[in-house]
């Protein structure tokens, strides 16, 4: 006690934190992506490229000089953009991989503003949703609401995004 007092240091250590400290989290601790071995990731399959969420179109592996890695090329499309993304990755190290979910909901109403509301397996409504861009199955969507058919469409989530990828009709009209 008397070395702390010497060095003028407080010598009650409650002393030492008076000031309370909170930490706070975004999320519920759920990772948006997982990682695996370049070298295992195969087209078709899942990837992350340039932080967007990617569905593998082509994969080629290359060997290099005398003491280097293998070297992974990924070909990818982004599964909410369509654009084309590239990356080269070396074949032992691991690359992100997204959580990539499909979840079909009942569509209910379209706004004037191009949200949907659509109904969940647990009766609520989810109304945060646009109406995708791919001009084809926007007018696909819009024509069967209109016509009275009862519709269910298909969202793809990763990372964070939602976007409709398709749709079905279900039985006859209302």
Known sequence: MLFFVLLGLPTRFSDMSDEEH???SSDAGASKTYPQQAGTIRKNGFIVIKNRP??????????TGKHGH???????????????LEDIVPSSHN?????VNRTEYQLIDISED?????????GNTK????????E?????????YEEGK?????????????????????GGNK
């Open 22 to 24: 909170h930490f706070e």
């Open 54 to 63: 990617c569905k593998v179109v082509e994969v080629s592996t290359s060997k």
């Open 70 to 84: 293998a070297k992974c090329h990924f070909v990818g499309i982004d599964i909410f953009t369509g654009k084309k």
């Open 95 to 99: 690359c992100d991989v997204p959580h």
């Open 114 to 122: 191009g949200f949907v509301s659509l109904l969940t397996e647990n």
């Open 127 to 134: 109304d945060d949703l646009r109406l995708p861009t791919d």
């Open 136 to 144: 084809a199955l926007q007018a696909q969507i819009r024509s069967g």
């Open 150 to 170: 009862d519709i269910i469409v298909t969202v793809q989530s990763a990372m964070g995004e939602d976007q409709i990828c398709g749709l079905k009709e279900i």
